[in-house]
């Protein structure tokens, strides 16, 4: 089994940063990609940035320049840096891992860390 926790989220002015940190556990042979998501109640749950094992990202339109993800693959952690932070980017800022466990694929989620961005 593998796990998923985020951490770092909170509540910031506009203009603000927060900077997220996930971290994956578990008996697992490699983890290709991770990536953060949000969801806003009501709507469906968006991607905001993945990064895979390659170094490849890929962001929303409405992040780039003012978000960047990273990732230290000693510690299977993924981190989002947020600046410039807008109301609209409020969310649950959820966390995603998937790679390979026992020669079986994985895609695990966390369970959400609020980000709050007051006008």
């Known amino acids: 089994q593998v796990q998923v926790v985020e951490s770092g989220g909170g509540l910031v002015q506009a203009g603000g940063s927060l900077r997220l940190a996930c971290v994956a556990s578990?008996?697992?042979?490699?983890?290709?990609?991770m990536g953060w998501y949000r969801q806003v109640p009501g709507n469906q749950r968006e991607l905001v940035a993945t990064?895979?094992?390659?170094?490849?990202?890929n962001y929303q339109d409405s992040v780039k320049g003012r978000f960047t993800i990273s990732r230290d693959n000693a510690k299977n952690t993924v981190y989002l840096q947020m600046t410039s932070l807008k109301p609209e980017d409020t969310a649950v800022y959820y966390c995603?891992?998937?790679?390979?466990?026992?020669?079986?694929?994985?895609?695990?989620w966390g369970q959400g860390t609020q980000v709050t961005v007051s006008s």
């Open positions: 578990g008996r697992f042979s490699s983890i290709n990609t």
């Open positions: 990064l895979n094992r390659g170094d490849t990202t």
């Open positions: 995603n891992a998937a790679g390979i466990v026992l020669g079986r694929s994985f895609n695990s």
